[in-house]
């Protein structure tokens, strides 16, 4: 497990490098260490390390983790897709939200967060890549989404979320994340009090600093390789 303390040591490293290269202030991005797959002593060893927040995708994998982490106090983001039937379990025991992406979504959230928790922070995910498959609102309908779940008292909306498709050429993955940043812009512009860019991933992440993200989810560089056969 000395491993996941290096390799958090290797990331910051990244983190502070691409920060300093793009010339913004330091400590700008929040790390989010994206635990999915990985057992609670991947977790335990990153938070004995000082890693305080953790991603995860699939809610029944994850309830067991958090309850056994606990203890800890670590701050918890669902980041996978949502379906309807599990915006309960979500509202009940996340801090975040990054994969908000229609009202209703958003509403079942709204009426299942405990009133005894703080509001739910909440980014919309945002399709940016135009490939019908992929889950995300349309650029066209974010600011109609960001107004609806603006009304909803239980959830806090702090930012847009991207997953950018189509390999590995840089230029296309600059101008995908420059697109979702000039959405965020416009959002901001439209009165939204918005502070969180949720953009970057283990192999992208210094093209998302350089495009303005203040927090990547990064995995694989963390823990190392998912079975990449079940996600
Ligand atoms: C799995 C996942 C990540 C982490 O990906 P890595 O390439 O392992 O860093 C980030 N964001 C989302 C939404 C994910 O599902």
Redesign the pocket.
């Known amino acids: 497990m000395d491993t996941v303390k290096s390799a958090l040591q290797a990331v910051h490293a990244r983190i502070a490098k691409a920060i300093l290269a793009a010339g913004r202030a330091p400590g700008c991005v929040e790390l989010?260490a994206?635990s999915?797959?990985f057992p609670v002593a991947a977790i335990t060893t990153a938070a004995h390390a000082g890693q305080r927040a953790f991603?995860e995708?699939y809610v029944q994998e994850a309830l067991p983790k958090l309850a056994a982490l606990r203890d800890l106090s670590l701050t918890w983001h669902f980041?996978?897709p949502l379906q309807r039937n599990k915006t309960q379990a979500v509202a009940q025991h996340f801090d975040w939200v990054?994969?908000v992406d229609r009202p209703l979504i958003a509403q079942r959230l709204n009426d299942a967060r405990p009133p005894d928790m703080p509001a739910l922070n909440v980014c919309l995910?945002v399709n940016i890549s135009d490939e019908t498959s992929k889950s995300g609102v349309a650029p066209a309908n974010l600011p109609a989404l960001a107004q609806a779940v603006a009304t909803l008292p239980r959830l806090r909306l702090r930012g847009l979320?991207a997953?950018p498709q189509g390999g590995t050429d840089s230029a296309i993955q600059h101008a995908q994340f420059a697109r979702l940043h000039a959405l965020q812009t416009e959002l901001i512009d439209q009165g939204f009090a918005l502070d969180t860019l949720?953009m970057g991933?283990?192999?992208?992440?210094e093209i998302a600093i350089a495009e303005g993200s203040t927090l990547?989810?990064?995995?694989?560089?963390?823990?190392g390789?998912?079975p990449s056969s079940t996600?």
């Open positions: 989010l994206v999915k797959t991603g995708s980041i996978g990054h994969s995910q979320m997953i949720s991933m283990s192999d992208d992440l990547v989810r990064v995995g694989s560089a963390l823990f390789t998912r996600h």
